[in-house]
């Protein structure tokens, strides 16, 4: 192995990508980005029952909408492929003859219902389940008597018996873990496909991956990987394992209790910079208190070395915070650009790009995605009730008299601009004898129904002279 950084996000497709898997690949593309050494996308997709037509296409789409782009994958051939598991079955089943023949496999032959009663007796004497090892007695000469008269069967994992194994793992340091607590594990399914753990230790060697970050939920299976990597006698990456993600209630973020696929947040109007932001706090913490971050600085802060041992708890109200911050700090035309399409869902037009972007220079503010600004216009700007404590503003005699001289005067000039809004106000002030809340509330209320809002150009400029005389004119007495 050479000494070049090499890491691999190695999701299975079966569905949706779930935000603790986009923590996973944004802190694997970190690391390589800090090492200067390369990020490979592969595709563990053995497990054919779970497998889901579309989910790679929507993988892959998902991964560079959020800015993550692999040097080696399934569409960016390299000298490591395929990149699809499901095209390297010649390369397992060589390796796994290779254990077989040092006796480091077994052939085992348990039906699932022999399986499920082991499982029930060893519950019931309050034991932990896992296989009683029955079939490593079978004569290896019988074995394949018994595998050549195609009688069914999987392919098994010799583990030790007794003692313990050690290793160290970048986060949690030493970790031990006694083999009687480990399983022989299925190497080889009975339809010929590879588990997990097969098809991992040995494309993770032949692809000389350095260095394996992924969740902690995969810690219980190091012991049975280190097993691999001595019976085949090969070097060991090193491994950093992640915190889990946790609900408010400390429970394992799950679907129950909320969204947890990257396509819901995005599609709800989570930007993806600060989703990716957010997810890369969550387990590692920067030297400092800074906690907006962009991918380029991020790719400079990160370490291995800060990444949490406990349980990290995904905060939608912070998320909320962190991308209404986004919104707000963003160019208004960015924003407008990515909104567009909220708008047309909800049954708006919001008129050409310069009317777009005078919404939202005016609303972002408001919102925490960018779904909601289609209906915060509406609220402003289409559908409104003036409340009775307002109504006195819209039917005094001065208000009345503030709406016809308006009207007077915009319709005096077809080419009234919004920039001459605040020269009418004085006039108006200045005529009328009118001026504070007397001459800002009617005009308001007039125009969206709220005494409180934006300043009267802004208004005026997204509702445009036409609407705004109708808007007067119906709120004459």
């Avoid at 990987?225 to 019976?231: A, G, M, P, T, V």
Wanted: hydrophobic share 35%.
């Amino acid at each position: 192995m050479n000494n070049e950084i090499r890491v691999r996000f190695a999701p299975s497709p079966t569905g949706y990508l779930h935000v603790g898997s986009l923590r996973t690949a944004l802190y694997n593309y970190l690391y390589a980005q800090k090492t200067g050494g390369r990020f490979i996308l592969r595709i563990e997709d053995t497990d054919r029952n779970r497998f889901v037509e579309g989910a790679v296409e929507n993988l892959v789409s998902t991964l560079k909408t959020v800015g993550l782009d692999y040097d080696e994958g399934p569409d960016k051939a390299g000298e490591y492929g395929p990149y699809y598991q499901s095209q390297r079955l010649d390369l397992y089943r060589k390796q796994v003859d290779y254990l077989l023949d040092k006796g480091d496999a077994y052939y085992c032959f348990c039906t699932q219902e022999e399986l499920d009663a082991m499982r029930r007796e060893q519950i019931s004497r309050n034991e932990h389940p896992m296989y009683d090892k029955r079939c490593r007695n079978i004569p290896p000469s019988e074995a394949r008597k018994r595998v050549e008269a195609n009688e069914k069967h999987v392919i098994r994992l010799k583990v030790p018996d007794e003692g313990e194994v050690t290793f160290y793992d970048i986060v949690r340091e030493k970790v031990t873990f006694p083999w009687e607590m480990v399983d022989d594990q299925v190497l080889i399914k009975s339809d010929g496909f590879p588990t997990y753990h097969l098809a991992n230790v040995v494309d993770d060697h032949l692809m000389q991956i350095s260095h394996i970050i992924r969740g902690e939920e995969w810690l219980s299976s190091v012991p049975k990987h280190l097993h691999l990597y001595d019976c085949f006698g090969w070097k060991v990456p090193k491994m950093a394992h992640l915190p889990l993600l946790l609900n408010p209630d400390k429970s394992k973020l799950s679907k129950r209790q909320g969204d947890v696929a990257v396509e819901d947040f995005l599609n709800k109007g989570y930007l993806p910079e600060s989703l990716l932001n957010f997810v890369a706090l969550l387990g590692w913490h920067p030297s400092g208190n800074e906690e907006i971050f962009s991918l380029q600085q991020l790719e400079k802060a990160f370490s291995l070395k800060r990444i949490n041992k406990a349980g990290a708890v995904f905060d939608h109200e912070k998320l909320n915070w962190m991308n209404n911050k986004y919104i707000k700090d963003l160019p208004a035309k960015n924003i407008a650009d990515r909104s567009r399409k909220y708008f047309t869902e909800a049954g708006i037009d919001p008129g050409d790009d310069q009317r777009l972007i005078a919404i939202v220079e005016l609303l972002k503010e408001r919102v925490n995605l960018l779904s909601e600004l289609p209906y915060v216009y509406r609220d402003f700007f289409e559908i409104y009730e003036i409340s009775s404590d307002d109504e006195y503003y819209l039917t005094a005699p001065d208000s009345q008299r503030i709406f016809q001289f308006w009207l007077e005067e915009l319709e005096k000039d077809p080419t009234f601009k919004p920039d001459q809004i605040n020269s009418l106000i004085q006039k108006t002030s200045e005529k009328l004898t009118v001026k504070g809340k007397n001459l800002y509330f009617p005009l308001r209320l007039a125009m969206i129904g709220d005494t409180h809002g934006p300043d009267l150009p802004a208004l005026y400029n997204i509702l445009g002279k036409d609407e705004v005389v109708k808007r007067l004119k119906n709120c004459l007495r």
